[in-house]
């Protein structure tokens, strides 16, 4: 069986990733360490806790993949909530909360998903085989994402549904052979790469007619047509890269899920112009909150593939295929600080993205105190967590001037934590045993 590597997990380890002291497994405080080598002064980090501790405990089914998209569709509530307060405080124009704005964004965190659950499910049937068991899960739960995004199509036009989902799937099954294709040496692969390519490049075009027909032209075809070519592009240099073992995959793998912000954003516009739905899709606050919704939702998918990659591949934490995984959720970190410092200023900037990897390095402690059965190592990682949830919300409290209230943002990380903490739990049952 494979295992985390048992020694401490140290700065040294993660330099390039995590932030240097940042919740290292040595600690023994509570709290998450300032972090000076980002240039953050101790003047310039939130104020002292105000939130009460609570006993945070993992919540898991036993269903890794389930259970990350039990977190991730958390994301949505948190990204709604910080752009309500972020709108409010920096008067932001336009409405985050009119019936577009949430078209916008439940199809940015089902499209986002969409992509991280079809990789996540390739690198299981790479990993533990077709066959096995925790790739029928993770098949099962790319499924659930493919009804929930045929029911948001339904909800617009219900009697659409069912075909739709029936063309949706039929897709995923071409990347599945695309997939296999990717692994299967000679002319026999590469046959099977390009007779599913030709099967997506044909999806692309039906797609196209589909979303122009039932939008009365308000989705023109060809640039429909032209995104979800670019989707199909995106993910297949993804899926290359997984059978070929190379670390970039993963970077690769957020470059197509990153993309999926922008075919919510077409596809928002063209059926809220359609059915005269009230709001903007596109107005300044509609954005702020699609923005957030697909970063965050991005955040839980790429920690889960992290955490995938630490009990799977060789090496563990010390590995260049964990590191590579480290970097891509890294660099979520950093759009998502970005994001604060477009409207908070870089020396906010600096702060929430110091507090924010303490928290990922956190959720680090808890998964190999978990792959290693040291229950105290667990114990820690959440006890942390506990602990950032009041650095965050006194941070978001001090930047919107009290428009989030520390205890709102402090409570609405609980769930945050308790899932992603639950699927680390069942990543780990369903896939170390699987590498033994």
Excluded at 149 to 156: C, L, N
Aim: contains cysteine; glycine residues 12%.
């Amino acid at each position: 069986m494979r295992s985390l590597p048992k020694r401490a997990i140290t700065a040294t380890t993660l330099a390039a990733f995590l932030l240097t002291g940042l919740a290292a497994c040595g600690n023994d405080s509570n709290s998450a360490a300032p972090a000076t080598s980002t240039g953050v002064s101790a003047e310039q980090m939130p104020g002292p806790a105000t939130i009460a501790k609570v006993a945070l405990m993992a919540k898991s089914t036993g269903n890794p993949f389930a259970d990350i998209r039990t977190a991730a569709a958390h994301m949505p509530m948190t990204a709604d909530a910080l752009a309500a307060g972020i709108t409010k405080a920096a008067k932001i124009k336009g409405s985050g909360t009119s019936p577009a704005a949430g078209l916008r964004a439940g199809l940015t965190q089902l499209l986002t998903e969409h992509v991280y659950l079809a990789g996540i499910a390739v690198a299981t049937a790479y990993h533990a085989g077709a066959d096995s068991e925790a790739f029928k899960l993770a098949a099962a739960g790319l499924d659930e994402n493919s009804k929930a995004v045929a029911a948001a199509v339904g909800s617009i036009v219900p009697k659409e549904e069912d075909g739709f989902l029936t063309g949706w799937r039929s897709h995923i099954n071409d990347f599945v052979t695309y997939a296999v294709g990717a692994k299967t040496p000679g002319a026999k692969g590469a046959s099977m790469k390009k007779d599913a390519g030709a099967n997506l490049k044909g999806y692309a075009k039906a797609s196209g007619a589909f979303f122009d027909r039932i939008t009365g032209g308000a989705l023109p075809s060809a640039a429909v047509e032209m995104d979800f070519n670019h989707h199909i592009g995106t993910l297949k240099t993804a899926i290359d890269s997984f059978a070929a073992g190379d670390p970039t995959a993963f970077n690769k793998l957020k470059v197509a899920a990153d993309h999926m912000a922008g075919s919510a954003q077409v596809l928002a516009g063209g059926i809220a112009k359609a059915t005269k739905m009230k709001g903007n899709p596109n107005d300044a606050a509609s954005t702020l909150r699609s923005g957030l919704t697909g970063m965050l939702t991005t955040h839980v998918y790429l920690a889960g593939v992290a955490v995938f990659t630490a009990y799977t591949a060789d090496g563990g934490l010390d590995g260049a295929a964990f590191k590579a995984a480290a970097g891509a959720l890294d660099k979520n970190s950093v759009d998502l600080s970005k994001a604060v410092g477009s409207v908070a200023g870089k020396a906010d900037e600096a702060v929430f993205l110091a507090v924010w990897r303490s928290h990922i390095g956190d959720f680090v402690t808890y998964a190999k105190g978990e792959a290693t059965g040291d229950e105290k190592l667990k114990d820690m990682g959440l006890a942390n967590l506990d602990a950032y949830r009041t650095t965050s919300g006194d941070f978001f409290a001090k930047i919107t001037g009290g428009a989030l209230p520390s205890d709102a943002v402090a409570t609405e990380l609980i769930g945050h934590i308790e899932t992603l903490a639950g699927a680390i739990d069942s990543l780990k049952a369903a896939l170390i045993p699987a590498a033994s």
